[in-house]
T-cell receptor
């Protein structure tokens, strides 16, 4: 039973345009959501997070939107750059779960010059 | 730079031959996690330590064990690896258990069981 799903295995975007990566979850106990970025041969690195008390969090070119009623979150990257090409993982946590993260399968983002 | 280090980066072992993967951290975090990530799948939590307290996920096979001799080091022992244990193994740390704390990951050990 996959509680966090990223339904798009890959996304291809032109440099300078917007990248939108999507994530759905099923567990209503999740109340904290994170995005991680992973380059080949490296571990995932934290990108941005959002608490369930918010519906938007912004950090530079990266914005995460949370729609609790739809159990959906998205990561917007504007403008996209070739260096953003990586695998993006959505992860979710519940306050009661000792910080355990449940990950989605990841979306491979390719930004073309 | 404070970091999470995993050794070795690549490990090849034979079916049934025990293997140990190592993780060390200079972040002085009290929680350490081990994840298994198979090809094109989500990282899956195997277990974690909160200080010396060991917490096993319900579906982690008995074949997988862990040791944390001190705050800085954590080991993953696979007693009798099977072909299905071929995967990337990721170690992560965080400052505290519970609440909202990001996890910091090492580069992973890619294990191949032949």
């Amino acid at each position: 039973d996959q509680q966090v799903k990223q339904n798009s295995p890959s996304l291809s975007v032109q440099e300078g345009r917007i990248s939108i990566l999507n994530c759905d979850y099923t567990n209503s106990m999740f109340d904290y959501f994170l995005w991680y970025k992973k380059y080949p041969a490296e571990g995932p690195t934290f990108l941005i997070s959002i608490s369930s008390i918010k519906d938007k969090n912004e950090d530079g070119r990266f914005t995460v939107f949370l729609n609790k009623s739809a159990k959906h979150l998205s990561l917007h990257i504007v403008p996209s750059q070739p260096g953003d090409s990586a695998v993006y993982f959505c992860a979710a946590s519940a306050r009661t779960s000792y910080g355990k993260l449940t990950f989605g399968q990841g979306t491979i983002l390719t930004v073309h010059p | 730079d404070a970091m999470v280090i995993q050794n070795p980066r690549y490990q090849v072992t034979q079916f049934g031959k025990p293997v140990t993967l190592s993780c060390s951290q200079t972040l002085n975090h009290n929680v350490m996690y081990w994840y298994q990530q198979k090809s094109s799948q989500a990282p899956k939590l195997l277990f974690h330590y909160y200080d010396k307290d060991f917490n096993n996920e319900a579906d982690t096979p008995d074949n997988f064990q862990s040791r944390r001799p001190n705050t800085s080091f954590c080991f993953l022992d696979i007693r009798s690896p099977g072909l299905g244990d071929t995967a990337m193994y990721l170690c992560a740390t965080s400052r505290a258990s519970g609440g909202y704390n990001e996890q910091f990951f090492g580069p992973g050990t890619r294990l191949t069981v032949l």
